[in-house]
C-alpha cells in the first residue's frame, strides 16, 4: 500500500462521493495506527479486492465529515463518512504503474544529463547544449524523448569517430530506452 490508510466496504456508498467511514471516533488504520477524526480531516481509504488470486484493492482520497444519514435508518450508528475527493476511486495498481513510468522518466532524464557532460567534455559543446535545452525546455514527456533521441542521432552523425566507447554504449543505450518508451523504432545508425 502507498501510504496507511483506513478500511471501508465500498459497497457502502451513501452517494456518489459520500461513503460510510466509521461508527467510531477513532478508527485503526493499515498501519495500526489509532486515527481519531474530525470535521474536514484529509482520510485516505481502501478496501479488500481480490481477483484471480491478484491483490488490487480499490483505493480513494477525501475528508472526514459528518453527514445526515436520518433517510437511511440501517446506517444510523454511523458517525463518520468519508467524501471522496475528484479524483474518485481507484486501483493500487494504477499508482504503482504511475510511479513505474515517473522512476522510469527520471532515469532516462539522469542518464541524458551525464551524457551531456561527457558530450561536452569530448569538444562537442553546441551538440550538448542542444540535448541540454532538449531535456529542460521540452513541455511534455514526448517531447523531449523525441527531442533527445534527436540530439543524439545528431551528434553520433556528427562525430562519426566516437572514441569514448563508454560514451557511444550510453547514448546506444539511451536511444534504446527512448525507442521503447516512445514505442517507435528510430534508425538512428
Known amino acids: 500500500?502507498?501510504?496507511?490508510r483506513i478500511y471501508v466496504d465500498f459497497n457502502e456508498m451513501v452517494t456518489g462521493d459520500i461513503?460510510?467511514?466509521s461508527k467510531e471516533d477513532t478508527k485503526i488504520d493499515s498501519d495500526g495506527n489509532a486515527v481519531s477524526f474530525y470535521e474536514g480531516m484529509p482520510v485516505s481509504i481502501y478496501s479488500d479486492d481480490e481477483e484471480s488470486g491478484k491483490s488490487d484493492n480499490p483505493i480513494a482520497d477525501g475528508i472526514a465529515i459528518k453527514y445526515d444519514l436520518s433517510r437511511h435508518p440501517c446506517?444510523?450508528?454511523?458517525?463518520?463518512?468519508?467524501?471522496i475527493n475528484a479524483k474518485g476511486i481507484y486501483h493500487e495498481s494504477d499508482i504503482k504503474?504511475?510511479?513505474?513510468?515517473?522512476?522510469?522518466?527520471k532515469d532516462i532524464i539522469d542518464k541524458l544529463q551525464y551524457i551531456v557532460s561527457l558530450i561536452k567534455t569530448n569538444g562537442y559543446p553546441k551538440s550538448a547544449e542542444k540535448l541540454s535545452d532538449a531535456i529542460h525546455y521540452s513541455s511534455t514527456g514526448t517531447e523531449l524523448l523525441m527531442k533527445a533521441g534527436n540530439c543524439l542521432r545528431s551528434y553520433i552523425k556528427e562525430s562519426a569517430a566516437i572514441e569514448n566507447k563508454e560514451l557511444l554504449i550510453l547514448i546506444e543505450k539511451a536511444l534504446g530506452e527512448i525507442n521503447v518508451?516512445?514505442?517507435?523504432?528510430?534508425?538512428?545508425?
Open 1 to 4: 500500500m502507498d501510504k496507511a
Open 19 to 21: 461513503m460510510l467511514l
Open 75 to 83: 446506517w444510523s450508528h454511523v458517525k463518520w463518512c468519508c467524501k
Open 97 to 105: 504503474e504511475k510511479t513505474a513510468a515517473e522512476k522510469t522518466e
Open 181 to 189: 518508451l516512445l514505442g517507435e523504432k528510430f534508425l538512428w545508425k
